[in-house]
């Protein structure tokens, strides 16, 4: 085997030039491969810890049949919101309704959201349910349940009035005082314009039965999301006389959806840059013809000292294949050197953003880099071994 | 310069194997690339085409801004915010349109439907002349009141496992309507899905639920950014916050053709990457040419050929690989073409896509084709041109 190589090696080293320009060309087209893949499974990992941070055991229940529009005169009732506290496996559930109401403060008055909750449920749930933390002051707790208390997204407090509304203030909803008693860190979602209030106090402002546009709901530890999730579906569904004008979405789902895109694109990508792995491979099998046409004398020399058409073909074979691995290799090289430098720069806009490096996709690079050399000079071994001595000795 | 072309191709002609390898990297080089650029090229005219038939007067206010609105249920738009639009100067007209999700029933078969509930004419501004184009079987409804209803592709096909037909009555909420039309696939399963009626005979079914869209047609002349901002600012001081998103047409087609330019430029330098790969395997070719030929050159020298003539015939041997691989590879991308239209008029339900191959685009490739062939082959001629014709005889 090490006569192989080195026989190979010295194969190769006879025309320099010409074996670096077909390496060169490898190397462009794996460093390409490696770049994309490195940067698009970064990304995907990225997006991925990114989204688990905000919980994969959220459950989201909307209104209405179809996702993407926001239909709105659509929601679910009290009742709804019972069956679903009640399906095992349910840890937390937090209704969510809303109106439009005013607030007056410091002499301006301002139309904003306003949501009634159930105190209690939403101090157990806010950060894991709406991926909301305090700036200042307190969350609502179980003791405001009939008081008259606000907590106020951030942008209600600042910026939406000249003077900007800090805890401790009273502000008047639909014309009735409230105390604020915390404000919530900017989310940059529309939590930011929200105000909110306990359900008690929200029912005396808009009165009649309750309309959920959203139940937010959080799974137990340990629980298999999905189970839970049909489980909820099958319980509505149900509770509706069998038509399922609702839909139940999972974080896990959202989740999917990003990493299925990044997956689609990924793809494409890699498919378009796989296309110069395939010119550079056919450069591979240009030089390893050449290879053989040089060398029919020296060819035809082995064969009449007695080597065998397998070791002939496996010598030029090899040849390609080390031609292969060399492009591989220091296509990894380079594409390292450009993957940290693309990393720097997508850092600029997205600081948590890793590109993937692992063992595994150098020794999938090099891998394949490898293979296709072998393939690649299949056919010129092929013409090779099918050299008749005789001939071959006559040039 | 004839004798130089015709020793050139001999020169090719002598080492078929290698040189039809060196043609076949570029034909699939030149051919990704001519193909990527026209299939891009004709989303753009697609893209265009569709947005000139809308018209560039109509302006859409939606409830919601971004995918958060999934977690938060905007507000839907109010009559007072469609009544606000309407004030707005250079609107002509604005409706509002209604969706509910509602109990649709249809031969005993009960399911919960997205109903839409607009006026004929905001069928008509949304839609455009091309409302025509969308609707596979019967008609539009023409006047508002009348209890008939259009049904999403879906909805007449999968829905309720017979077909829904023209001229079949569906129970929404409980009341009766006659279908009057079924819509082609959109591809969007959300529309596929869903049904519409007219907007009075939506508010007798299910009452008043606020807008989900508000859809304005402007008056002639006006400028639809200016008017866009005077909606979105109105709006924002109504309600507050900006929980709502104002789409002028010509927005929507910035948007769309701007994502489409970065996909293309990004898909174009990765393919640009394969043409690169292509002039180097020219360049090794050219260099293994030069060597073989050494001993021929020092013969041409010293019957007297110059440094030009010796480089003319390299240039061009080297710019023949590259046009004849690039004239293929057109060709081939010209057949594939065809292929692609077909699939993406499938696959994306896009019935008015085109591949748009420009003539200009193929003289353009075949031209940079020969181009890259002399770039790639400069430096082996060059070597060539060099050569000392009393080393060169020594040489076997």
Avoid: C
């Amino acid at each position: 085997m090490r006569d192989y190589l080195s026989l190979a090696y010295r194969g190769l080293k006879r025309q320099p030039l010409r074996s670096f320009l077909t390496v060169f060309a490898i190397v462009v087209a794996m460093g390409a491969i490696f770049v994309l893949v490195s940067l698009t499974q970064g990304l995907k990992d990225t997006v991925v810890t990114e989204l688990s941070k905000l919980g994969t055991n959220r459950i989201i229940v909307v209104p209405g049949t179809v996702l993407g529009v926001n239909v709105g005169g659509d929601y679910l009732t009290e009742e709804d919101l019972r069956a679903v506290e009640g399906v095992p496996g349910v840890r937390y559930v937090l209704g969510l309704q809303r109106s439009a109401l005013t607030l007056e403060w410091g002499g301006e008055e301002k139309p904003v959201v306003v949501s009634g909750v159930d105190p209690e449920a939403f101090e157990k749930s806010y950060q894991s349910l709406l991926g909301a933390y305090i700036e200042e002051g307190r969350s609502l707790e179980a003791i405001d349940r009939s008081r008259h208390v606000a907590l106020l997204g951030y942008s209600v407090a600042h910026g939406l009035f000249e003077k900007n509304i800090h805890v401790g203030n009273t502000v008047r909803i639909g014309g009735v005082p409230f105390r604020v008693v915390g404000i919530m860190k900017r989310t940059y979602s529309p939590l930011d314009s929200f105000v909110l209030i306990p359900e008690r106090a929200y029912k005396e402002l808009v009165p009649g039965e309750s309309k959920y546009v959203r139940i937010l709901a959080l799974t137990a530890e340990g629980t298999d999301v999905e189970e839970v999730k049909e489980r909820i579906e099958r319980r509505l569904k149900s509770l509706h006389g069998g038509v399922e004008d609702f839909t139940v979405l999972t974080s896990q789902q959202a989740f999917q959806r990003a990493v299925n895109i990044i997956n689609l694109v990924s793809a494409f990508l890699i498919v378009i840059a796989v296309i110069s792995l395939v010119i550079g491979s056919l450069g591979i099998m240009n030089t390893v013809y050449m290879n053989v046409v040089e060398r029919t004398r020296e060819i035809g020399i082995m064969k009449a000292v007695g080597a065998t058409g397998r070791q002939i073909g496996g010598l030029f074979v090899l040849e390609a294949g080390i031609l292969g691995v060399l492009g591989g290799v220091f296509g990894t090289i380079l594409g390292t050197a450009a993957v940290l430098v693309a990393q720097f720069i997508i850092r600029g806009f997205l600081d948590t953003y890793t590109a993937y490096l692992s063992p595994l996709l150098y020794g999938a690079v090099v891998l394949v880099s490898f293979l296709v050399g072998v393939v690649a000079g299949y056919l010129p071994a092929r013409s090779a071994v099918r050299l008749d001595p005789v001939e071959a000795l006559r040039r | 310069m004839k004798e130089l072309a015709t020793i050139a191709l001999k020169g090719l002609k002598g080492r078929t194997t290698r040189t039809v390898i060196t043609v076949a990297a570029i034909v699939i080089g030149i051919s990704a690339v001519v193909l990527l650029i026209s299939i891009s090229k004709g989303f753009e005219a697609s893209v265009k085409a569709l947005f000139e038939e809308f018209g560039s007067d109509t302006i859409m206010v939606m409830g919601g801004s971004g995918i958060t609105s999934l977690m938060y249920a905007p507000m839907p738009l109010t009559e007072e915010d469609l009544k606000a639009v309407q004030r707005v100067p250079g609107v002509d007209y604005a409706t509002g349109v209604y969706a509910k999700t509602l109990p649709v029933e249809y031969r005993g078969v009960e399911k919960a439907v997205v109903v839409y509930g607009m006026e004929p004419r905001a069928l008509e501004t949304l839609y455009g002349k091309i409302i025509e184009t969308y609707i596979e079987e019967g008609r539009v409804f023409r006047r508002d009141g009348a209890r008939e209803a259009i049904l999403g592709y879906s909805v007449a096909h999968d829905l309720f496992g017979d077909d829904v037909k023209v001229g079949h009555t569906i129970e929404i909420n409980g009341v009766k309507f006659r279908v009057v039309g079924v819509l082609r696939r959109i591809g969007d399963s959300a529309d596929d899905l869903s049904i519409t009626v007219p907007s009075t005979s939506f508010e007798e079914v299910a009452g008043k639920p606020g807008y989900v869209m508000i859809v304005a047609k402007l008056k002639e002349g006006s400028d639809p950014a200016e008017v866009g901002e005077k909606i979105r600012r109105e709006l924002k001081r109504r309600r507050g916050t900006e929980d709502f998103t104002v789409q002028t047409s010509e927005d929507l087609m910035n948007q769309i053709n701007s994502i489409l330019a970065v996909i293309g430029a990004i898909v174009l330098a990765i393919a640009g990457i394969s043409l690169f790969v292509g002039g180097v395997e020219i360049m090794n070719t050219m260099y293994m040419s030069v060597a073989e030929r050494t001993r021929e050159i020092g013969i041409m020298k010293a019957v007297g050929a110059t440094r030009t003539q010796i480089m003319t015939i390299f240039l061009l041997e080297a710019g023949l690989i590259g046009v004849v691989g690039g004239i293929i590879g057109e060709g081939l991308a010209v057949g594939l073409s065809v292929l692609v239209e077909k699939s993406i008029q499938g696959a994306l339900g896009m019935t008015y896509y085109h591949v748009s191959l420009d003539p200009l685009l193929l003289v353009g490739a075949a031209a940079f084709s020969f181009l890259m062939g002399v770039v790639a082959g400069y430096l082996p001629a060059r070597r060539a041109a060099e050569l000392d014709p009393a080393v060169t005889l020594r040489y076997e």
